[in-house]
T-cell receptor, first 110, second 116 residues
Framework: AQSVTQPDIHITVSEGASLELRCNYS??????LFWYVQSPGQGLQLLLK??????LVQGIKGFEAEFKRSQSSFNLRKPSVHWSDAAEYFC????????FGSGTKLNVKP | DAGVIQSPRHEVTEMGQEVTLRCKPI?????LFWYRQTMMRGLELLIY????????DSGMPEDRFSAKMPNASFSTLKIQPSEPRDSAVYFC?????FGQGGEKLFFGSGTQLSVL
């Protein structure tokens, strides 16, 4: 069955440090992949998406993600985290249905 | 350009009461989704519509839940009677099309429901 796995439930990083949030999917074909961010009390906002082509995609707020077919991964990265990045991050893929990961909550230490 | 609009933002009700949540999708979007978010279960898809027609309601937890989409610009999610375990944040989302892959989901701000 298709699924999306975000293995890290909580992550804490210091402000200014680099960040990588993991996402793995299980599906044979190349899916359409997204990362969304949910700030406290807010809906989900699209950060970036991958459909095809260049496997490194750039998103808003300085985020990027790299699609690696061999690892079935679509990890989200940011070189330098800001305190305002504290939120919950969801990986999502779409192929006939939308499949959400369980989310990773990011805390940012001052 | 208005996004997905949900109302109310917060709803507090007593067990046994009827609750109606409302959603206005982005104009021109043909697909609408209702999600429920809880700490225990994360984001769950309850039901989705395509061109106002319910396509998959397998996520609706039980008969107390019902959803309608009488036209392209309005949908409701009704819980009758409500129970404390229904307390959650309910999100509505819309997308331009569905089933072709690659559609972006646009989310509303959610309705925080508390059933006492």
């Amino acid at each position: 069955a298709q699924s999306v796995t975000q293995p890290d439930i909580h992550i804490t990083v210091s402000e200014g440090a680099s960040l990588e949030l993991r996402c793995n999917y299980s599906y044979g074909a190349t899916p359409y992949l997204f990362w969304y961010v949910q700030s406290p009390g807010q809906g989900l906002q699209l950060l970036l998406k991958y459909f095809s082509g260049d496997t490194l995609v750039q998103g808003i707020k300085g985020f990027e993600a790299e699609f690696k077919r061999s690892q079935s991964s679509f990890n989200l990265r940011k070189p330098s985290v800001h305190w305002s990045d504290a939120a919950e991050y969801f990986c999502l893929y779409n192929f006939n249905k939308f499949y959400f990961g369980s989310g990773t909550k990011l805390n940012v230490k001052p | 350009d208005a996004g997905v609009i949900q109302s109310p933002r917060h709803e507090v009700t007593e067990m046994g009461q009827e609750v109606t949540l409302r959603c206005k999708p982005i104009s021109g979007h043909n697909s609408l989704f209702w999600y429920r978010q809880t700490m225990m279960r994360g984001l769950e898809l309850l039901i989705y519509f395509n061109n106002n027609v319910p396509i998959d309601d397998s996520g609706m937890p039980e008969d107390r839940f019902s959803a309608k989409m009488p036209n392209a610009s309005f949908s409701t999610l009704k819980i009758q009677p409500s129970e404390p375990r229904d307390s959650a944040v309910y999100f509505c989302a819309s997308s331009l099309t569905f089933g072709q892959g690659g559609e972006k989901l646009f989310f509303g701000s959610g309705t925080q429901l508390s059933v006492l």
